[in-house]
């Protein structure tokens, strides 16, 4: 990724604002994080009680919000980059400007807390799952989703992955990406037993997603490629918890 004539470094967060305008874009740069918000959206029950409040770590610019309407939360969401945070607050989402490993928010304010594709951007990987843990109320539901800290994940998200149309390059750095069975050790250790299971992009979407780019289609999207479950968690998956205590 170029940022005025510079090479930015691997996951450095200038990229987001270099790519504000893809946030809404369908079938742009962000496509696959339209797909896994509807994925991980799914995870998440209608709210129990008034007022139950969802709070979204490594928000964006908002793209979980469109997926939760009408399921009864106060959607909050927490994310470093100002170009990003005000386009998710014209979708209805209440901004934060803050760190994943260093929260703003009070101790067990939240009913539930999703971290979707953040974990693999942190430098700190576990003080972000302490903090998404610390912020649940008991009974409260910790969804997430990232790649696993493997050879194969490291090959089709970073060395095929990056070479896909509008993928950018750079946007991940491999050397973050989260072990889970370390991440179902450490959510543990904070209250949060985390069920996983390995997810994909159903690849007759992804084929034809393909198909428009190489075109170079313009207009309306496609449909969008569906997230299924896949017995492997070896490059993407998803983690499901509920608060102990």
């Known amino acids: 990724m170029r940022d005025a004539g510079r090479t930015l470094p691997r996951n450095d967060p200038r990229q987001y604002d270099d790519l504000a305008g893809e946030w809404w874009r369908p079938d742009g740069a962000f496509a696959m994080l339209h797909w896994l918000a509807e994925a991980r959206a799914e995870l998440v029950?209608?709210?129990?009680?008034?007022?139950?409040?969802?709070?979204?770590?490594?928000?964006?610019?908002?793209?979980?919000?469109?997926?939760?309407?009408?399921?009864?939360?106060?959607?909050v969401g927490v994310d470093l980059t100002f170009s990003a945070l005000e386009q998710a607050a014209a979708h209805g989402v209440t901004v934060v400007n803050g760190d994943a490993?260093?929260?703003?928010?009070?101790?067990?304010?939240?009913?539930?807390?999703?971290?979707?594709?953040?974990?693999?951007?942190?430098?700190?990987?576990?003080r972000a799952v302490a903090e998404a843990c610390r912020l649940l109320r008991p009974g409260g539901l910790l969804v997430l989703d990232t790649l696993n800290d493997t050879a194969l994940s490291r090959l089709l998200a970073v060395h095929i992955g990056e070479r896909l149309p509008t993928v950018p390059r750079g946007i991940h750095d491999p050397r973050l990406?989260?072990?889970?069975?370390?991440l179902v050790a450490e959510s543990a250790r904070h209250g949060v037993e985390l069920r996983l299971?390995?997810?994909r992009p159903q690849l007759t979407?992804?084929?034809?997603?393909?198909?428009?780019?190489?075109?170079?289609?313009?207009g309306a999207a496609g449909p969008?490629?569906?997230?299924?479950?896949?017995?492997?968690?070896?490059?993407?998956?998803?983690?499901?918890?509920?608060?102990?205590?």
């Open 177 to 182: 990406f989260v072990d889970a069975r370390a």
């Open 101 to 126: 490993t260093a929260v703003p928010l009070a101790d067990g304010c939240a009913d539930v807390v999703a971290a979707g594709e953040l974990l693999e951007h942190v430098p700190d990987w576990r």
């Open 224 to 245: 969008a490629p569906r997230i299924v479950p896949t017995w492997s968690t070896a490059v993407l998956y998803q983690g499901r918890g509920v608060r102990t205590g």
């Open 45 to 75: 029950p209608a709210a129990s009680r008034p007022g139950a409040l969802l709070v979204d770590l490594g928000c964006g610019a908002g793209l979980l919000a469109p997926h939760l309407a009408g399921k009864g939360y106060r959607h």
């Open 197 to 199: 299971r390995g997810i």
């Open 205 to 218: 979407g992804v084929l034809a997603w393909l198909a428009r780019r190489v075109r170079g289609a313009t």
